[in-house]
């Protein structure tokens, strides 16, 4: 079984800036990818941006220039450094990650969620 702790997060005014990170424990033999979603009241949950074990990154529109994901593969932590934050970027921030792992002499793999963490903005 694999965890995902979150930390960070809080409440920012719009102009500022937040750094959320996630650590995975666990039953880990390679994590292929981690990313971010989010999920603002009444939406539907969201891609924010991922990032490979190779540091290929991909990033939603809406936060292209103003969002950066970084990964410490030794630590199977992801970070996601969040600047010029608007209030629409208000929502609860969900870490994800694509994990590989053995059992019984098998390999596997496995998605993974965090249980969210609240980010808002607001004056």
């Known amino acids: 079984q694999v965890q995902l702790v979150n930390s960070g997060g809080g409440l920012v005014q719009p102009g500022g800036s937040l750094r959320i990170s996630c650590a995975a424990s666990?039953?880990?033999?390679?994590?292929?990818?981690m990313g971010w979603y989010r999920q603002a009241p009444g939406k539907q949950r969201e891609l924010v941006a991922t990032?490979?074990?190779?540091?290929?990154?991909n990033y939603a529109d809406f936060v292209k220039g103003r969002f950066t994901i970084s990964r410490d593969n030794a630590k199977n932590t992801v970070y996601l450094q969040m600047n010029s934050l608007k209030p629409e970027d208000t929502a609860v921030y969900y870490c994800?990650?694509?994990?590989?792992?053995?059992?019984?002499?098998?390999?596997?793999?496995?998605?993974?969620w965090g249980q969210g963490i609240q980010v808002t903005v607001s004056s």
């Open positions: 994800n990650a694509d994990v590989q792992y053995y059992s019984g002499g098998y390999a596997l793999r496995n998605t993974y």
């Open positions: 666990g039953n880990i033999y390679h994590i292929l990818v």
């Open positions: 990032a490979t074990s190779g540091d290929v990154t």
